[in-house]
């Protein structure tokens, strides 16, 4: 009885450390990708930026995103680092798309 006892003990055990060890390396495969999310952003940023496009709040979105992936929060890091890309790309498209801009005579400041 003892026997079975331990060896169910043994089991479960195994079972346990198991898990704990797949979540970890769950949690660092994700940790990766979230990283990867926010260097992408970053560049985003930069790119923007080089053509005078960077919004406001993109890079204060970037940091709150490693901020947030440093807790562990990593649902909601993602979903900054895509939103401040998002806006690393639109900051750089509307650059771009004004700089062929003409602007009527009486708007321009003399």
């Known amino acids: ?6 060896l169910l003990f043994s089991l479960l055990a195994g079972i346990l ?6 979540t970890s390396l769950a949690d660092e495969a994700s940790a ?3 990283q990867k999310l ?4 970053d560049a985003a940023r ?4 080089s053509v005078g496009g960077e919004w406001r709040d993109t890079g204060k979105m970037i ?3 490693k901020a947030l992936l440093s807790k562990g929060d990593y649902v909601a890091a993602a979903k900054l680092a895509n939103d401040a890309a ?3 790309h639109l900051g750089y498209e509307q650059a771009m798309s004004q700089k062929t801009l003409k602007m009527p005579s009486y708007l321009h400041y003399e």
């Open 38 to 41: 926010i260097d992408a952003a």
């Open 46 to 49: 930069k790119e923007a930026a």
């Open 63 to 65: 940091k709150k995103a």
């Open 32 to 34: 990766a990708k979230v």
């Open 17 to 22: 450390c198991a898990g704990i060890t797949t």
């Open 86 to 88: 998002k806006q690393g």
């Open 1 to 6: 009885m003892h026997k079975k006892l331990a």
